[in-house]
């Protein structure tokens, strides 16, 4: 099985199914020297893990990182970091191997390798993402001081958020359940999942991501450009189904006079574009970076929901994983832009 490592500079291999023995990381490329401890790890996991409100699942999980290697005395070696999390909760027993759940990866898994570990998700679960969450507190540590990435909930079925504070801290947001900084749409939005969980349904929505403070520079103009590579790690998330830089149904729709307002002429900021979303011609150019990720719906819906143990909507779980793949991604930009000049 090919495709479990991302990056390449900084490289990212996630390994671990949802009922093994545990979930878990490995980190190559970090340089030495960044302070580095298994509580920055815990504290991001904690913001990830099951059981966290009665919006998600009950499944009861701690969720502790154990860090086994790449680290000592508190800082990095430039060796390879090791992280894993063990699983206590698994009830595999709620499965059946001879069924295949509509909307999740069973059917099309047994098609590619002719064997499943049919017990929960497996590798597609969302557990999986427990190694992405790690390798993003490491990823954050290399990226200059000051990058300040913020995800947040915009909008859940048809209920969206329209009063938003000019800034916004994790901490701000993660002050709702529902990690909606709008706290009437935080609050129509838990009635609504609360409904849904009762009911055996769920929701899909937007979560929106903000990058401040972040370099000019990073990414390539052709291939590997900083949109095109946010872009694709952010829809290697499971439910996720699409992304976009800025809102480009909007974008697609307004007049070019209009969009194309800017600073021309000679000057530090002469040529940035406001409306570029923080990247133009593939590469940052020091503004926001503003990216729209769209999730379906959860995919256990019916008895299935009711009688187990499930998401009713996996978007305010998946905020720190949102925050991690951008922080990978960046983080990989930046070592690679070292050898840009000489």
């Known amino acids: 099985m090919r495709g479990n490592t991302f990056g390449q500079f900084l490289t990212l291999t996630t390994f671990g199914e949802s009922h093994g023995v545990a979930l878990g990381a490995i980190i190559d490329g970090c340089p030495s020297g960044i302070k580095l401890s298994v509580e920055d790890i815990q504290h991001e ?12 699942t009950s499944r009861k999980e701690g969720d502790n990182a ?15 970091i090791a992280v894993i999390v063990r699983n206590h909760d698994a009830r595999s027993k709620d499965y059946d191997p001879n069924y295949f759940r509509a909307g999740h990866a069973d059917r099309v898994w047994q098609d590619k390798y002719g064997r499943r570990d049919w017990r929960g998700g497996g590798r597609a679960s969302g557990r999986e993402t427990i190694g992405r969450v790690i390798g993003g507190v490491v990823a954050s540590k290399i990226l200059p001081e000051g990058v300040n990435i913020v995800g947040f909930t915009r909008q859940i079925g048809t209920i969206e958020a329209t009063n938003l504070p000019d800034t916004l801290t994790r901490d701000i947001v993660d002050q709702h ?3 909606c900084p709008d706290l009437d749409a935080a609050k129509r939005m838990e009635e609504d999942l609360l409904a849904c969980k009762e009911a055996g349904d769920s929701r899909g929505g937007i979560a929106e991501i903000w990058v401040d403070n972040i370099p000019r520079g990073l990414g390539e103009p052709v291939f590997f450009k900083a949109k095109s590579a946010l872009i694709g790690a952010l829809t290697s998330i499971g439910a996720v189904v699409g992304a976009t830089l800025g809102d480009a149904h ?3 729709q307004t007049p070019g006079q209009l969009f194309h307002k800017g600073i021309s002429g000679s000057g530090k900021d002469a040529g940035i574009s406001p409306a570029a979303n923080g990247i133009q011609g593939g590469i940052t150019n020091g ?16 008895s299935m929901a009711t009688s187990g143990r499930h998401d009713p909507c996996i978007i305010p779980r998946a905020i720190p994983v949102l925050e991690s793949m951008v922080a990978l991604t960046l983080a ?3 070592l690679a832009n070292k050898a840009s000049q000489m």
């Open 66 to 80: 154990e860090l086994l290697s790449g680290v000592f005395e508190g800082h990095t070696l430039g060796s390879p």
């Open 332 to 334: 990989d930009l930046f």
């Open 287 to 302: 503004e926001r970076i503003r990216l729209l990720v769209y999730f379906k719906p959860a995919s256990t819906v019916g």
């Open 177 to 179: 359940p529902t990690r």
């Open 45 to 56: 996991l904690d913001r990830r893990r099951p059981g966290q409100s009665k919006l998600t």
């Open 250 to 252: 909007h974008d697609a």
